[in-house]
C-alpha cells in the first residue's frame, strides 16, 4: 500500500442510495476521485453482505483502486479483498493479519496515541484516527482533539488517515496535522461525479497520483489551492 491511496478513502453507507444500487453509486465515487473504497456494513445479512462485496471488489479492481472490508475479517478473505479494516472493538490486528497474510492491508481504527502505537506493534498498515469532526454516522464515536491527531501522526510511522465529520469545507482545518488523507462517507464524491467528475478541491494528486511511479514521501498530507 501507497501513502496516496489514503488520500482520498471513501467509505459506504446505504443510507444515501435513495434507491441506487451500491454498485452504481461506488462507481460514481471511484469518478469522483477515490482512492480508496471501503465497505461498511452493519445491518444486512452476511449472505448479501458477501455479494455486494464481490461487486464491488470487480469494481475496484477495474479502476485500480484498493478495496478495503470493514470489521469482517473472514468476509474480506472469502470475497479477496485487499484487506480489512479494524475497530478497538473488532477482531485485532494480529488476528487479521495471521489469516490474511502478509499480503493484505490491515487498518486499525484508534482514538489515542497509545491505541496507535500498539496497532503499529500488531503489524498494522495504516491507521485511521477519529471522529476528528462530529458525525451523525457513527453515533458512538467520540471526538478526538486535532492536537490528539498531531500526537498520534509523530507517534507512528506508517500512514495515518482522519476519519469521522470530513467535508470539503473543514479538511483543510487538518493541514499540517501530518494525515495522509482523509475518510468520507463517499456521498461527498458523488457530488464531484455529477460536477462532471471534478475532484474536491483539496485533493492534490488523487488518480494522477495512481498513474506515476511512486516516490515514498513523508506521512504529510499536502493540499493544493484548487
Not at 490486528?93 to 499480503?103: C, F, H, P, Q
Not at 498498515?125 to 492536537?147: C, E, M
Not at 473543514?170 to 499540517?176: P, S, V
Request: glycine fraction near 10%.
Amino acid at each position: 500500500m501507497k501513502s496516496d491511496d489514503l488520500l482520498l478513502y471513501a467509505v459506504t453507507d446505504r443510507a444515501w442510495l435513495n434507491g441506487k444500487t451500491l454498485a452504481h453509486d461506488a462507481e460514481l465515487a471511484l469518478k469522483g476521485g477515490a482512492t480508496m473504497l471501503q465497505l461498511r456494513e452493519k445491518h444486512i445479512d452476511r449472505g448479501l453482505f458477501l455479494s455486494e462485496a464481490r461487486k464491488l471488489k470487480a469494481l475496484c479492481d477495474r479502476y485500480g483502486v484498493t478495496f478495503i472490508i470493514n470489521d469482517d475479517v473472514d468476509l474480506a478473505l472469502q470475497c479477496e479483498a485487499h484487506g480489512v479494516h479494524v475497530g478497538q472493538s473488532d477482531e485485532d490486528a494480529v488476528s487479521a493479519r495471521r489469516k490474511l497474510g502478509d499480503d493484505k492491508i490491515i487498518g486499525v481504527s484508534a482514538s489515542t496515541v497509545e491505541q496507535a502505537v500498539a496497532a503499529q506493534a500488531a503489524g498494522a498498515d495504516y491507521i485511521g484516527v477519529g471522529a476528528v469532526f462530529p458525525t451523525g454516522t457513527k453515533s458512538d464515536a467520540d471526538a478526538v482533539p486535532l492536537d490528539t491527531l498531531c500526537a498520534i501522526c509523530s507517534s507512528v510511522s506508517i500512514p495515518v488517515v482522519a476519519i469521522g465529520g470530513i467535508t470539503c469545507d473543514n479538511i483543510l482545518q487538518l493541514a499540517g496535522s501530518g494525515i495522509c488523507g482523509g475518510s468520507h462517507i463517499y456521498f461527498l464524491l458523488l457530488n464531484a461525479a455529477a460536477k462532471g467528475g471534478k475532484k474536491p478541491r483539496y485533493l492534490p494528486q488523487g488518480q494522477e497520483a495512481r498513474q506515476r511511479p511512486h516516490v515514498p514521501r513523508p506521512n504529510t498530507f499536502s493540499m493544493s489551492s484548487q
